[in-house]
């Protein structure tokens, strides 16, 4: 029978309990003779503005400052990065609290985003109050990505070298990753859930000053109507997917001008718009 090291302490039975206190927990199985299995945590993180909380999201508890980021960035809430100043991420045991303050002048955005409910890891849309806030229209237009054959397989092929935890977590996470026209990968991150993933990249791009409109987003995940969103809320033109894409998510990306190259049921890549 597995030992398992990452039981909630003294017996309780909150399954939060600690959940912060390790990146990756080693489980092993006695009648198994290959090792310790490393887990990767899926954690609940409040993101909370101007003292009020918003959201709780579940998420893995890395690059949480590049998240909160993107997460503003790809809502709508913020325009531009000089709107937001995070002031503390912190561990509890039951999760982490990430706090930022906004400009007083992102607060009606903000409220038109409030959720309700918490976002479960793979999860884009949940907990948002009304259909009204919903876009149905691209969010603005975007000058399309020129990614040829060979700088979209060159970015492909590079993609795995910076999925270390999924790796080491038995392949459970997701990776985005934000590669410039060359498809030379300049930053990747991973996530439980692929709409964080994202997040954390636009975030990452943002912070770091890279320019967006200068290259695309890879995805390990399949593309849908959110993911084209966040991508074009952030000004970027190009998106490949390793997975296919759903209807909405192709004409929303036509609507927007996006260059999307998705992996089809055969196992080709096709640009879909």
Same mark, same amino acid.
């Given at each position: 029978?597995?030992?398992?090291?990452?039981?909630?302490?003294?017996?309780?039975?909150?399954?939060?309990?600690?959940?912060? &206190?390790?990146?990756?927990?080693?489980?092993?199985?006695?009648?198994?003779?290959?090792?310790?299995? $490393?887990?990767?945590?899926?954690?609940? #993180?409040?993101?909370?503005?101007?003292?009020?909380?918003?959201?709780?999201?579940?998420?893995?508890?890395?690059? /949480?400052?590049? $998240?909160?980021?993107?997460?503003?960035?790809?809502?709508?809430? @913020?325009?531009? @990065?000089?709107?937001?100043?995070?002031?503390?991420?912190? &561990?509890?045991?039951?999760?982490?609290?990430?706090?930022?303050?906004? %400009?007083?002048?992102?607060?009606?955005?903000?409220?038109?985003?409030? +959720? *309700? /409910?918490?976002?479960?890891?793979?999860?884009?849309?949940?907990?948002?109050?009304?259909? %009204? &806030? @919903?876009?149905?229209?691209?969010?603005?237009?975007?000058?399309?990505?020129?990614?040829?054959?060979?700088?979209?397989? #060159?970015?492909?092929?590079?993609?795995?070298?910076?999925?270390?935890?999924?790796?080491?977590?038995?392949?459970?996470?997701?990776?985005?990753?934000?590669?410039?026209?060359?498809?030379? @990968?300049?930053?990747? +991150?991973?996530?439980?859930?692929?709409?964080?993933?994202?997040?954390?990249?636009?975030?990452?791009? #943002?912070?770091?000053?890279?320019?967006?409109?200068?290259?695309?987003?890879?995805? *390990?995940?399949?593309?849908?109507?959110?993911?084209?969103?966040?991508?074009?809320?952030?000004?970027?033109?190009?998106?490949? *997917?390793?997975?296919?894409?759903?209807? *909405?998510?192709?004409?929303?990306?036509?609507?927007?001008?996006?260059?999307?190259?998705?992996?089809?049921?055969?196992?080709?890549?096709?640009?879909?718009?």
């Amino acid at each position: 029978m597995a030992s398992n090291p990452a039981s909630p302490p003294n017996g309780s039975n909150d399954v939060f309990d600690n959940c912060s &206190a390790d990146p990756a927990v080693a489980v092993t199985d006695q009648n198994v003779g290959e090792g310790a299995l $490393f887990l990767q945590p899926e954690v609940p #993180a409040a993101l909370v503005f101007n003292g009020k909380s918003h959201a709780v999201m579940m998420t893995s508890p890395y690059d /949480l400052e590049d $998240f909160v980021t993107g997460f503003c960035l790809s809502e709508g809430i @913020i325009a531009d @990065i000089s709107q937001i100043r995070i002031q503390d991420v912190r &561990a509890t045991l039951r999760g982490y609290v990430i706090e930022a303050q906004l %400009d007083e002048d992102c607060i009606d955005a903000l409220n038109d985003r409030q +959720r *309700t /409910l918490e976002g479960r890891s793979g999860c884009g849309l949940c907990g948002v109050q009304s259909l %009204d &806030a @919903i876009p149905a229209e691209a969010p603005r237009q975007v000058a399309p990505g020129n990614m040829p054959q060979k700088v979209v397989l #060159a970015a492909i092929d590079d993609l795995p070298n910076y999925q270390s935890r999924n790796r080491a977590g038995g392949g459970l996470l997701h990776a985005s990753a934000f590669a410039d026209a060359s498809g030379k @990968i300049l930053l990747a +991150r991973e996530d439980i859930g692929r709409h964080n993933a994202l997040d954390k990249v636009l975030g990452a791009v #943002a912070r770091q000053s890279i320019d967006p409109a200068g290259g695309f987003v890879l995805m *390990t995940s399949r593309c849908s109507y959110e993911i084209v969103t966040k991508t074009v809320q952030c000004g970027i033109g190009g998106l490949v *997917t390793l997975s296919g894409p759903t209807l *909405t998510a192709v004409n929303l990306a036509r609507q927007a001008g996006l260059t999307l190259i998705c992996r089809e049921k055969r196992g080709l890549f096709r640009r879909f718009a």
